[in-house]
């Protein structure tokens, strides 16, 4: 069994900031790419940004280039998210997402989710 427990989401005046977290934990062989993605009420989930354990790099989404940063822990097994320069828009439930080999083989996990909320 593999769990992904996210924290630090809450309530930020805009252009304040917040770090997110993700730690996965279990069964956990090796994680291939770990990532965030936040839907908003009415919206489709949609990717924040990801990256590849190995060294392959980062992707965001356009909308939040230049002020959000993806990084991941020294144990690989953690993802964080600093966001900057926060927006109204970025509010979303963002969750965690990670590609990974558990016991079994590939396998994609999903965090319960942890709501970001950016005041005017």
């Known amino acids: 069994q593999v769990q992904l427990v996210e924290s630090g989401g809450g309530l930020v005046q805009a252009g304040g900031s917040l770090t997110l977290s993700c730690a996965a934990s279990?069964?956990?062989?090796?994680?291939?790419?770990m990532g965030w993605y936040r839907q908003a009420p009415g919206k489709q989930r949609e990717l924040v940004a990801s990256?590849?354990?190995?060294?392959?790099?980062?992707n965001y989404a356009d909308s939040v280039k230049g002020r959000f940063t993806i990084s991941s822990g020294n144990d690989k097994n953690t993802v964080y998210l600093q966001m900057d320069s926060l927006k109204p828009e970025d509010t979303a439930v963002y969750y965690c997402?990670?590609?990974?080999?558990?016991?079994?083989?590939?396998?994609?996990?999903w965090g319960q989710g942890t709501q970001v909320t950016v005041s005017s």
């Open positions: 997402n990670a590609h990974l080999y558990n016991y079994v083989g590939p396998d994609e996990y």
């Open positions: 279990g069964s956990v062989l090796r994680i291939v790419r």
């Open positions: 990256l590849f354990t190995n060294g392959g790099g980062a």
